[in-house]
C-alpha cells in the first residue's frame, strides 16, 4: 500500500483540487484508493457530497484507528472511499503528542488499512504541525503543488529546509506546478528556475482553469464531469507519472 | 446475473413493483438496464443441478454457475459456441472438466428459456449523494413475456448502514421478502420441468410382512414406469443412457417375475417374461453398436498408430449401422404397439388383484425373499467352489448370471435387510460382478466382432485393425479372467457365507430385528 501526501505550507495552491482528482484517477487506474481529508476546513469532503466525520476519540492508536474506521465512506466511484474531516481534527496534534513515539503513530494506524486499499491519499492542512511531521513520515511520497511565483518558490525552500533540519526524508517530496498560465513570463521563469534547482519537481503541469473552480458547483471531481478539458487530461497524466514512480519506489 | 453472495441478501418483490416505489425517501436513478434471454440446459438426470451448477446459453455463448435452491451464485466458466450436447462436446479446458463429472454420458438438452432483466437503480440523499444500491431484477417467460418473478438485492455502500437498513425496511413494508426458491427454480416450474431425482434403484415402501404379489407388483409397476420414462429419450437419440436404463428395466422386471416363483400365476409369469424379453432383445444390436462407439476412444488407445485408419473405417460403418439401427428401434418404440404393451404390462401390476390366484401371492414377502437370497448365495457358492483357472467360459457365464439374480434381489428388496451388512455384501457382490462383467464383455465382443467380419466385410486396412483389436480384447479377457478369481474367493469364503447365513436363512428372525433403527434414516 502505497501513502500519498497533498500538502504545501501555503494555501490556496491546488492541494484538495489534487487530492480530489488524483484519488478518482487512481481508482479508475483500478486501485483501491482512499482519501483522507485532514484538513479541517473539509473541503475534500464537500466535493464528494459526504458529511462531515463524527467525533470520535483520539486516546492513542487504538481508539484513533476505530474512529477512522468507523467514518470510512464510499463515495458515488467505484474503488474510491473517503475519510471525511471533522472539527475535531483540530485536536489531531494534542493526540498525537500525547502518544508514545508520536512521530510515527499516523503510519502506524493507516498500515491497518493495507488489506483494504491499495493507495491512500492525505488532504493535509496548510501548515506545519506535529500532524504534518507524522504524515511526513507516514507518506511513501509527498506531493507538493507549486504556483510558480516567487512566494511558492520561497515556501518550497522552507518546506525544503524543514526536511533536511529535521533529517525527514527528502526525497519523498516530489513537488509539480500547479495552477500554470502558459503565457504569463513570471511563470515561465520560475518554470524554468526552480525546476533547475529541484530536479525531483514532476515532469507535468497542471494548468490554470476554470473548469477547476466548477468543481465546487458540479461537487464531484472534475474527470466525472469534464473529462477532456486541459486540467482533467493533466491530472490524468500526472496520476500516470505517480503510478509509474510508485512502480519504481516498489 | 452478478454472482450472489448469500441467498438471504435477495428479496422477492409483489409482482408489478418498480424502483420508483423508494422514491418518497431517496432519489431515484435508474441505470442502464441489461436484458437477455437465457436458455438453461441439463440433463434428463438434472446432473447439474443436482451437483450445483446451472448452465445457460445466451447468444453464442455457454455460462456455468452455480446456484443455490435456483438463485444464481458465482459464474465458473463461459465459452462461446453453439449446439453442445455432450461434455466432450465442449472446446475449454475449465469447462470440460466442470461438466465431465455431472453430465458423465448422458447429453445436455435445453429445459427452460426466461427472459433476465437486470438494473441497478442508485438512490441519493438531499445532498445529492449515493447513500445505497438496490439491483432489480426480473424473470420473464420466453417466448410470452409474461413476469414470473421481481426479485431485488439491497447493495449497501460503506459507511452507509443505516441508510441500507432503512431502504430494506421501506422494501418490507411493501411485501418484499426473503424466499428459499430462486428465480432460476420458478422459471422451471413455469416451463414444468422442475429438477427431480432420478434413480434406477427406488426404494417401494416394503415391509417384511407385505403379501408377496402386493410388493411384487408395486416394485413392477415402478420399473416400468421408469423403462417408460426414457422411452423419449431413446426416440429423439439424445445419449446412449436411456437405452441403457430401458433395458436395466426391462430386464430387472423379467428377472424378478423368474426370481418369485408362485407369486403371480406360472403362465401369466411366463408370457409376461416372453413380452420382456422380446422388447429387449429388439434393441440388443442398438446397445451392441452403442457399446463398441463409446469405447472408441478406448480401443483407439490399445493399438498402435498405425492401425488407427482402419479402426476408423470400422467405427464408421459402426456409426452408420447405429444410424440406421436407431431410427428402426426409434419407429419401433414410437409405434402405439410398444406403448400399449409397456403400459398395459404396468397397469396390470398396479393392481394384484387383476391376476389369477396364486400359492405364494399373499405370503409375507420378506421370508420369501431372503430364502430366495440364500438360495441364490448357495447356489453362486457351489458354482464357485468349482472354478478354476482351466475352467470354461460357460461356467464364469453362469456363474455372472447367478451374481446379477442375486444383486437384483438384494437391491429390489434392500428396504427388508439390515442397512449395514446389506451394503457390505452389495459392494462385495458388485466388485466379484465387475471382473465377471469384464471378462464377459471381452468374450462378447470378440464373437460380435468376428460375426460382423464374416458378414463380407474387406480392406486391407480394416482387416489389419480388425487383427488388432481381436488381438487387444483376447489379452483384456485373458487378464480379466485372471482377476475373477481373487474377488470370487472372498465372496464365497467362510466370513460372507457366514453373514448370508445369519441374515437371510432365518428370515423369521431377521423380521424381528429389522426394526427401523437398523436402516439409514
Same mark, same amino acid.
Given at each position: 500500500m502505497m501513502i500519498i501526501a497533498s500538502y504545501s505550507i501555503k494555501g490556496g495552491v491546488g492541494k484538495t483540487a489534487l487530492?480530489?482528482?488524483l484519488s478518482y484517477a487512481l481508482s479508475e487506474a483500478g486501485q483501491r484508493t482512499l482519501l483522507i481529508d485532514l484538513d479541517p476546513q473539509g473541503a475534500a469532503e464537500f466535493y464528494f457530497r459526504?458529511?462531515?466525520? /463524527?467525533?470520535?476519540?483520539?486516546?492513542?492508536?487504538r481508539t484513533l484507528w476505530g474512529g477512522l474506521l468507523r467514518n470510512v465512506r464510499e463515495t458515488d466511484f467505484s474503488g474510491l472511499d473517503i475519510i471525511p474531516s471533522n472539527l475535531a481534527y483540530r485536536h489531531f496534534d494534542i493526540a498525537l503528542d500525547s502518544m508514545e513515539k508520536r512521530r510515527k503513530q499516523l503510519r502506524r494506524v493507516l498500515e491497518k488499512f493495507s488489506e483494504d486499499y491499495d493507495t491512500i491519499v492525505l488532504d493535509c492542512p496548510p501548515n506545519i504541525t506535529l500532524l504534518s511531521e507524522n504524515v511526513f513520515r507516514a507518506s511513501d511520497m509527498i506531493l507538493v503543488p507549486v504556483i510558480p511565483t516567487i512566494l511558492s518558490q520561497r515556501t518550497l525552500e522552507q518546506l525544503d529546509s524543514f526536511f533536511r533540519d529535521e533529517e525527514l526524508p527528502v526525497e519523498r517530496l516530489r513537488p509539480f506546478f500547479s495552477m500554470v498560465q502558459k503565457r504569463n513570463n513570471m511563470h515561465r521563469d520560475t518554470i524554468s528556475e526552480l525546476s533547475a534547482s529541484f530536479p525531483q519537481f514532476l515532469k507535468t503541469t497542471i494548468p490554470f482553469s476554470?473548469?477547476? /473552480?466548477?468543481?465546487g458547483l458540479r461537487r464531484m471531481p472534475l474527470l466525472a464531469y469534464s473529462r477532456a478539458c486541459d486540467a482533467a487530461q493533466a491530472y490524468r497524466a500526472l496520476c500516470n507519472e505517480i503510478i509509474a514512480l510508485q512502480e519504481t519506489v516498489s | 446475473m452478478e454472482p450472489q453472495r448469500n441467498c438471504a441478501d435477495w428479496l422477492v418483490l409483489p409482482p408489478g413493483l418498480s424502483p420508483e416505489c423508494l422514491g418518497d425517501g431517496w432519489d431515484v436513478a435508474r441505470q442502464r438496464r441489461t436484458v437477455a434471454i437465457f436458455t438453461f440446459h441439463d440433463t434428463f438426470e438434472w446432473g447439474l443441478w443436482f451437483s450445483g451448477y446451472t448452465l445457460y446459453s445466451t447468444g453464442d455463448e455457454?455460462?456455468?454457475?452455480?446456484?443455490?435452491?435456483?438463485?444464481?451464485?458465482?459464474? !465458473?466458466?463461459?465459452?462461446?459456441?453453439?449446439?453442445?450436447?455432450?461434455?466432450? $462436446?465442449f472446446s475449454t479446458d475449465a469447462m470440460r472438466s466442470y461438466l465431465r463429472e455431472p453430465l458423465g454420458l #448422458?447429453?445436455?438438452?435445453?429445459v427452460a428459456t426466461g427472459r433476465f432483466s437486470t438494473q441497478l437503480c442508485e438512490l441519493r440523499n438531499d445532498m445529492g449523494k449515493i447513500v445505497c444500491r438496490v439491483e432489480w431484477n426480473t424473470v420473464a417467460e420466453e417466448p410470452g413475456g409474461v413476469e414470473i418473478l421481481v426479485w431485488c438485492r439491497v447493495l449497501p455502500l460503506r459507511g452507509y448502514a443505516r441508510e441500507a437498513a432503512q431502504v430494506t425496511e421501506r422494501l418490507a413494508s411493501i411485501g418484499a421478502a426473503p424466499s428459499s426458491a430462486g428465480p432460476i427454480a420458478l422459471l422451471l416450474r413455469h416451463a414444468h420441468q422442475e429438477p427431480r431425482v432420478y434413480t434406477l434403484k427406488p426404494t417401494f415402501d416394503l415391509s417384511f410382512e407385505t403379501p408377496a404379489r402386493e410388493a411384487v407388483g408395486r416394485i413392477i409397476s415402478t420399473i416400468l414406469s421408469i423403462a417408460d420414462s426414457n422411452i423419449h429419450g431413446i426416440i429423439s437419440d439424445l445419449d446412449t443412457e436411456f437405452l441403457h436404463d430401458y433395458r436395466i428395466c426391462l430386464r430387472k422386471t423379467r428377472?424378478?417375475?423368474?426370481?418369485?416363483? $408362485?407369486?403371480?400365476?406360472?403362465?401369466?409369469t411366463c408370457r409376461v417374461r416372453k413380452q420382456l424379453g422380446d422388447l429387449a432383445r429388439a434393441t440388443n444390436r442398438l446397445r451392441d453398436l452403442d457399446v463398441y462407439?463409446?469405447?472408441r476412444q478406448d480401443l483407439l488407445e490399445g493399438l498402435p498408430d498405425s492401425l488407427h485408419q482402419g479402426l476408423t473405417q470400422i467405427f464408421a460403418e459402426f456409426s452408420s449401422e447405429r444410424e440406421v439401427e436407431q431410427r428402426r428401434v426409434g419407429t419401433q418404440l414410437h409405434g402405439r404397439a410398444t406403448a400399449r404393451k409397456l403400459r398395459v404390462l404396468r397397469e396390470s401390476f398396479s393392481s394384484p388383484s387383476t391376476h389369477e390366484a396364486s400359492s405364494a401371492a399373499l405370503l409375507p414377502v420378506g421370508p420369501l425373499?431372503?430364502?430366495?437370497?440364500? #438360495?441364490?448365495? #448357495? !447356489?453362486?457358492? !457351489?458354482?464357485? !467352489? $468349482?472354478i478354476s483357472i482351466d475352467t470354461a467360459d460357460e461356467m464364469l457365464h453362469q456363474l455372472r448370471i447367478e451374481c446379477k439374480k442375486l444383486r437384483y434381489l438384494m437391491e429390489f428388496f434392500n428396504e427388508l435387510i439390515p442397512a449395514k451388512e446389506g451394503l457390505l455384501l452389495q459392494k462385495q457382490l458388485r466388485r466379484l460382478q465387475g471382473r465377471l462383467g469384464d471378462f464377459n464383455d471381452s468374450s462378447v465382443q470378440q464373437r460380435f466382432l468376428l460375426d460382423w467380419w464374416h458378414k463380407g466385410r474387406s480392406g486391407i486396412d480394416a482387416a489389419l485393425a480388425m487383427g488388432g483389436l481381436l488381438a487387444l480384447l483376447h489379452q483384456r479377457r485373458h487378464q480379466a479372467r485372471l482377476l475373477v478369481d481373487e474377488v470370487l474367493q472372498e465372496f464365497i469364503g467362510d466370513d460372507v457365507a457366514t453373514t448370508f447365513k445369519r441374515i437371510f436363512r432365518r428370515p423369521a428372525v431377521m423380521s424381528e430385528n429389522n426394526s427401523p433403527k437398523d436402516r439409514p434414516q
Amino acid at each position: 500500500m502505497m501513502i500519498i501526501a497533498s500538502y504545501s505550507i501555503k494555501g490556496g495552491v491546488g492541494k484538495t483540487a489534487l487530492s480530489v482528482n488524483l484519488s478518482y484517477a487512481l481508482s479508475e487506474a483500478g486501485q483501491r484508493t482512499l482519501l483522507i481529508d485532514l484538513d479541517p476546513q473539509g473541503a475534500a469532503e464537500f466535493y464528494f457530497r459526504v458529511s462531515s466525520a /463524527e467525533k470520535f476519540r483520539m486516546n492513542d492508536t487504538r481508539t484513533l484507528w476505530g474512529g477512522l474506521l468507523r467514518n470510512v465512506r464510499e463515495t458515488d466511484f467505484s474503488g474510491l472511499d473517503i475519510i471525511p474531516s471533522n472539527l475535531a481534527y483540530r485536536h489531531f496534534d494534542i493526540a498525537l503528542d500525547s502518544m508514545e513515539k508520536r512521530r510515527k503513530q499516523l503510519r502506524r494506524v493507516l498500515e491497518k488499512f493495507s488489506e483494504d486499499y491499495d493507495t491512500i491519499v492525505l488532504d493535509c492542512p496548510p501548515n506545519i504541525t506535529l500532524l504534518s511531521e507524522n504524515v511526513f513520515r507516514a507518506s511513501d511520497m509527498i506531493l507538493v503543488p507549486v504556483i510558480p511565483t516567487i512566494l511558492s518558490q520561497r515556501t518550497l525552500e522552507q518546506l525544503d529546509s524543514f526536511f533536511r533540519d529535521e533529517e525527514l526524508p527528502v526525497e519523498r517530496l516530489r513537488p509539480f506546478f500547479s495552477m500554470v498560465q502558459k503565457r504569463n513570463n513570471m511563470h515561465r521563469d520560475t518554470i524554468s528556475e526552480l525546476s533547475a534547482s529541484f530536479p525531483q519537481f514532476l515532469k507535468t503541469t497542471i494548468p490554470f482553469s476554470a473548469d477547476v /473552480e466548477k468543481m465546487g458547483l458540479r461537487r464531484m471531481p472534475l474527470l466525472a464531469y469534464s473529462r477532456a478539458c486541459d486540467a482533467a487530461q493533466a491530472y490524468r497524466a500526472l496520476c500516470n507519472e505517480i503510478i509509474a514512480l510508485q512502480e519504481t519506489v516498489s | 446475473m452478478e454472482p450472489q453472495r448469500n441467498c438471504a441478501d435477495w428479496l422477492v418483490l409483489p409482482p408489478g413493483l418498480s424502483p420508483e416505489c423508494l422514491g418518497d425517501g431517496w432519489d431515484v436513478a435508474r441505470q442502464r438496464r441489461t436484458v437477455a434471454i437465457f436458455t438453461f440446459h441439463d440433463t434428463f438426470e438434472w446432473g447439474l443441478w443436482f451437483s450445483g451448477y446451472t448452465l445457460y446459453s445466451t447468444g453464442d455463448e455457454y455460462v456455468l454457475q452455480t446456484h443455490v435452491n435456483g438463485w444464481p451464485g458465482a459464474v !465458473k466458466c463461459t465459452e462461446r459456441g453453439v449446439g453442445r450436447r455432450f461434455w466432450h $462436446d465442449f472446446s475449454t479446458d475449465a469447462m470440460r472438466s466442470y461438466l465431465r463429472e455431472p453430465l458423465g454420458l #448422458r447429453g445436455l438438452t435445453a429445459v427452460a428459456t426466461g427472459r433476465f432483466s437486470t438494473q441497478l437503480c442508485e438512490l441519493r440523499n438531499d445532498m445529492g449523494k449515493i447513500v445505497c444500491r438496490v439491483e432489480w431484477n426480473t424473470v420473464a417467460e420466453e417466448p410470452g413475456g409474461v413476469e414470473i418473478l421481481v426479485w431485488c438485492r439491497v447493495l449497501p455502500l460503506r459507511g452507509y448502514a443505516r441508510e441500507a437498513a432503512q431502504v430494506t425496511e421501506r422494501l418490507a413494508s411493501i411485501g418484499a421478502a426473503p424466499s428459499s426458491a430462486g428465480p432460476i427454480a420458478l422459471l422451471l416450474r413455469h416451463a414444468h420441468q422442475e429438477p427431480r431425482v432420478y434413480t434406477l434403484k427406488p426404494t417401494f415402501d416394503l415391509s417384511f410382512e407385505t403379501p408377496a404379489r402386493e410388493a411384487v407388483g408395486r416394485i413392477i409397476s415402478t420399473i416400468l414406469s421408469i423403462a417408460d420414462s426414457n422411452i423419449h429419450g431413446i426416440i429423439s437419440d439424445l445419449d446412449t443412457e436411456f437405452l441403457h436404463d430401458y433395458r436395466i428395466c426391462l430386464r430387472k422386471t423379467r428377472s424378478l417375475l423368474g426370481l418369485v416363483k $408362485d407369486v403371480y400365476p406360472a403362465g401369466e409369469t411366463c408370457r409376461v417374461r416372453k413380452q420382456l424379453g422380446d422388447l429387449a432383445r429388439a434393441t440388443n444390436r442398438l446397445r451392441d453398436l452403442d457399446v463398441y462407439l463409446l469405447a472408441r476412444q478406448d480401443l483407439l488407445e490399445g493399438l498402435p498408430d498405425s492401425l488407427h485408419q482402419g479402426l476408423t473405417q470400422i467405427f464408421a460403418e459402426f456409426s452408420s449401422e447405429r444410424e440406421v439401427e436407431q431410427r428402426r428401434v426409434g419407429t419401433q418404440l414410437h409405434g402405439r404397439a410398444t406403448a400399449r404393451k409397456l403400459r398395459v404390462l404396468r397397469e396390470s401390476f398396479s393392481s394384484p388383484s387383476t391376476h389369477e390366484a396364486s400359492s405364494a401371492a399373499l405370503l409375507p414377502v420378506g421370508p420369501l425373499v431372503f430364502r430366495g437370497i440364500y #438360495r441364490r448365495y #448357495r !447356489k453362486i457358492r !457351489k458354482i464357485g !467352489k $468349482d472354478i478354476s483357472i482351466d475352467t470354461a467360459d460357460e461356467m464364469l457365464h453362469q456363474l455372472r448370471i447367478e451374481c446379477k439374480k442375486l444383486r437384483y434381489l438384494m437391491e429390489f428388496f434392500n428396504e427388508l435387510i439390515p442397512a449395514k451388512e446389506g451394503l457390505l455384501l452389495q459392494k462385495q457382490l458388485r466388485r466379484l460382478q465387475g471382473r465377471l462383467g469384464d471378462f464377459n464383455d471381452s468374450s462378447v465382443q470378440q464373437r460380435f466382432l468376428l460375426d460382423w467380419w464374416h458378414k463380407g466385410r474387406s480392406g486391407i486396412d480394416a482387416a489389419l485393425a480388425m487383427g488388432g483389436l481381436l488381438a487387444l480384447l483376447h489379452q483384456r479377457r485373458h487378464q480379466a479372467r485372471l482377476l475373477v478369481d481373487e474377488v470370487l474367493q472372498e465372496f464365497i469364503g467362510d466370513d460372507v457365507a457366514t453373514t448370508f447365513k445369519r441374515i437371510f436363512r432365518r428370515p423369521a428372525v431377521m423380521s424381528e430385528n429389522n426394526s427401523p433403527k437398523d436402516r439409514p434414516q
